[in-house]
């Protein structure tokens, strides 16, 4: 009974290690074909030159990390997801960075994400539909993450969270004690200096809204003093 039991352990052992070989060699496990998703700017072709590395290699050996941090130094692509799809496809799932805003010094336009990381010269980006930062400080240039400059990464991502940026087309920081912002709808809005930007960013959100749903004539915001902000209406009346 005991050699028996002998028999049939190896007898097992020889079987998974016959699979496992035969998966390790066979072409039929062999990597043929590269999928993409989710791509809007990126051309299928650009993220499959990426991957093209391992066509032919086995699936079973294929490194999902290797590839993941070859596509993400992409700098439109946030993430990738990549997924094996038995028995020889590779499918590739993508994040496309998000710009919210630029601004520029000289020549050079510089795009900051959602990540608030900075690229310069993005060609493929259409900057006309995103937010253009007037008079932003030269240092911003030479930095890869706004989060360096905590107050402004503070200030932007208060606008941002707060759906703010998405309304506006022009931020002026020329002078960072008086800064400025143009809505879609060409409100001028006065946002002061950079203290207290998270009640002041949510002034401006509630009072956004209550202009929209109440369809009020206005052509000024002023939220400089964040326990005391105002709109002025297109009669000149002033409303708290």
């Excluded at 028999?7 to 290690?17: D, K, M, Q, Y």
């Excluded at 107050?151 to 920081?173: D, P, R, S």
């Amino acid at each position: 009974m005991k050699k028996h039991r002998v028999v049939i352990i190896v007898a097992i052992s020889l079987l998974i290690g016959l699979i496992a070989y035969l998966c390790a060699t066979l072409d039929y496990f062999s990597i043929k074909k590269i999928t993409v998703k989710n791509n809007k700017i990126v051309k299928i072709s650009e993220i499959q030159n990426y991957a093209n590395y391992s066509l032919g290699e086995n699936i079973f050996r294929f490194n999902k990390k290797k590839l993941q941090e070859k596509i993400n130094k992409d700098i439109y692509i946030r993430n990738a997801n990549i997924k094996k799809i038995y028995p020889n496809t590779i499918e590739i799932t993508v994040e496309e960075a998000k710009d919210i805003c630029y601004f520029e010094v000289g020549k050079d336009k510089f795009f900051v994400d959602s990540d608030f990381k900075i690229v310069r010269n993005k060609d493929r980006i259409d900057y006309s539909k995103i937010v253009k930062i007037v008079g932003a400080n030269e240092n911003l240039s030479k930095i890869s993450n706004l989060k360096s400059d905590e107050k402004f990464h503070e200030f932007l991502n208060n606008l941002y969270t707060h759906k703010i940026l998405e309304q506006l087309t022009e931020i002026n920081v020329v002078n960072s004690n008086d800064i400025t912002m143009v809505t879609k709808n060409e409100i001028k809005v006065f946002f002061g200096n950079l203290n207290d930007s998270e009640k002041k960013s949510n002034n401006i959100s509630k009072i956004l809204k209550e202009i929209s749903t109440k369809s009020i004539n206005t052509k000024m915001l002023d939220t400089k003093d964040p326990q005391k902000p105002f709109l002025i209406k297109e009669n000149s009346e002033q409303t708290e």
